[in-house]
T-cell receptor, first 113, second 113 residues
Framework: NSKVIQTPRYLVKGQGQKAKMRCIPE?????VFWYQQNKNNEFKFLIN????????QIDMTEKRFSAECPSNSPCSLEIQSSEAGDSALYLC???????????FGAGTRLSVL | QQKVQQSPESLIVPEGGMASLNCTSS?????YFWWYRQHSGKSPKMLM?????GEKEEGRFTVHLNKASLHTSLHIRDSQPSDSALYLC?????????????FGIGTLLSVKP
């Protein structure tokens, strides 16, 4: 069973609505990644953090997507104004620093109607 | 352009047969390759990683790497129906803002009893 906890498992939103999902990384893992996996299995890197700081993010993330990893709280990914093309499985993964093995959560499946 | 290309897109092998999956990076700044397995409806789990030229074997799974051609392959011998899954290749690509793990779109393996 994954030690990376993602909630909710399923999220249904209308176009233009906000969509927020959360992730609790594995204990002791300061590095957190968010990926989007679409229906064609394409994995898109969105953003990653080390502790509370953003390490890298893609341009798309800077516009409608926002993410944070506050101390002592779950990490979150929020889409400000959902679009149909955002429908996908959002995977959170955590790792130790300087180690590339990612441990994935079960994901949040977002459907934008 | 996808930086990590996998082939074939799908593969059917008989139970007990050998499955061979390929992965190539178009970005020379790769220092690690990873193979993840994702069963239907589940999150990806790391299978094997390789960063040195040559071969690495773990049980029924063997990974090869040719760093000059940035090509890695995963071979599963004595394939079992439980091996049926999406196999994702990931490359750790280093850049000015640190390492990023880029995934291919995967090879969907079906092992028929």
């Amino acid at each position: 069973n994954s030690k990376v906890i993602q909630t909710p498992r399923y999220l249904v939103k209308g176009q233009g609505q906000k969509a927020k999902m959360r992730c609790i990384p594995e204990k002791g893992h300061p590095v957190v990644f968010w990926y989007q996996q679409n229906k064609n299995n394409e994995f898109k890197f969105l953003i990653n953090f080390q502790n509370q700081e953003v390490l890298q993010q893609i341009d798309m993330t800077e516009k409608r997507f926002s993410a944070e990893c506050p101390s002592n709280s779950p990490c979150s990914l929020e889409i400000q104004s959902s679009e149909a093309g955002d429908s996908a499985l959002y995977l959170c993964a955590s790792s130790l620093p300087s180690q590339n093995t990612l441990y994935f959560g079960a994901g949040t499946r977002l459907s934008v109607l | 352009q996808q930086k990590v290309q996998q082939s074939p897109e799908s593969l059917i092998v008989p139970e007990g047969g050998m499955a061979s999956l390929n992965c190539t990076s178009s970005d020379r700044n790769v220092d690690y390759f990873w193979w993840y397995r994702q069963h239907s409806g589940k999150s990806p789990k790391m299978l094997m990683s390789i960063f040195s030229n040559g071969e690495k074997e773990e049980g029924r799974f063997t990974v090869h790497l040719n760093k000059a051609s940035l090509h890695t392959s995963l071979h599963i011998r004595d394939s079992q129906p439980s091996d049926s899954a999406l196999y994702l290749c990931a490359a750790s690509i280093y850049g000015s803002s640190g390492n990023k793990l880029i995934f291919g779109i995967g090879t969907l393996l079906s092992v028929k009893p």
